[in-house]
């Protein structure tokens, strides 16, 4: 107002011109102003989204891989027993094919006589349909005195489907029809088609430690009651770049067992496992 008083003696349209030129200018300082304000929240607000960047996906898993395991436990004295363990399992990939075969091994003696002993093979191959299907056709072996089976041969082929895929946690089920024939120690042998199904599960707890569980179904074609499962957890923690530590849980489980013997199989180990 000062200012437009002191105008006034150059006439009222310099003073209009001057608080016209004035407004104009403080207009462009106050646009300038809120577009740096702007800019910074933008900046602020983005800065976030381009430090978090996506976490870089999981190395593809190894072309092939396996392992190999010992578990000895031994008395004497008042009495003398030995349990033995031995156990392995190779895999081979070659996209898009997967190849897998395992191993194990158990018997048990006392005062050197063999109570009973149990041997379980198993050969695996699948092909990748899509990133998470695949068909697999497979063959196992199961030899275990301990239930009163000789020898079961079977083989079977299906579907598997990965469920859960991110770490640390992952699941696949499968669902397949094959035929078995199984010799046992008393009564009649067996010889039957059936239907198979199962899942697989893996928690990776930390770089060092991981939890499995294996659960396997199976039913006959020819005799509802004659079906049967068999579950497998392990933990296993890695003491060093070669050595680990294994605790594994063996049931299995018959509903219409060999004459004379239970139902129910258990076979809980430690073992010292070696990877390469």
Not at 198 to 206: D, E, P, R
Not at 249 to 254: A, M, Q, T
Request: overall charge positive; proline content about 5%.
């Amino acid at each position: 107002m000062f200012l437009c008083a002191v105008l006034r003696v150059a006439g009222r349209q310099r003073c209009r011109l001057f608080l016209k030129d004035g407004a104009m200018t403080r207009v462009r300082h106050f646009n300038r102003t809120v577009s740096v304000i702007l800019a910074f929240i933008g900046a602020s607000l983005s800065a976030p989204v381009f430090a978090q960047q996506p976490a870089a996906p999981p190395p593809p898993p190894p072309p092939q891989e396996g392992t190999a395991e010992f578990a000895f436990v031994g008395t004497s004295g008042n009495s003398s027993t030995q349990a033995l363990g031995l156990g392995g399992d190779v895999i081979v990939r070659r996209a898009p094919w997967t190849y897998n075969g395992k191993v194990a091994y158990v018997h048990n003696k006392t005062e050197g006589e063999l109570q009973a002993e149990s041997f379980a093979g198993l050969f695996q191959v699948s092909r990748a349909l899509k990133p998470r299907l695949a068909a697999y056709g497979k063959y196992a072996y199961l030899r275990n005195t301990f239930a009163g089976i000789e020898n079961r041969n079977s083989i079977s082929g299906g579907l598997e489907y990965l469920v859960i895929q991110p770490e640390p946690h992952r699941l696949k089920v499968n669902a397949g029809i094959g035929y078995a024939n199984e010799q046992r120690l008393i009564g009649e042998d067996l010889s039957t088609g059936e239907f198979l199904t199962g899942a697989s599960y893996k928690w990776t707890i930390s770089p060092t430690a991981d939890f499995t569980d294996d659960y396997d179904f199976s039913v006959s074609f020819s005799d509802a009651g004659d079906w049967r499962n068999a579950n497998i957890a392990t933990l296993t923690a890695k003491m060093t770049t070669l050595f680990s530590l294994k605790l594994s849980n063996i049931v299995r489980y018959v509903h219409e067992p060999v004459f004379g013997f239970e139902n129910t199989d258990t076979i809980t180990s430690i073992a010292l496992v070696a990877k390469f």
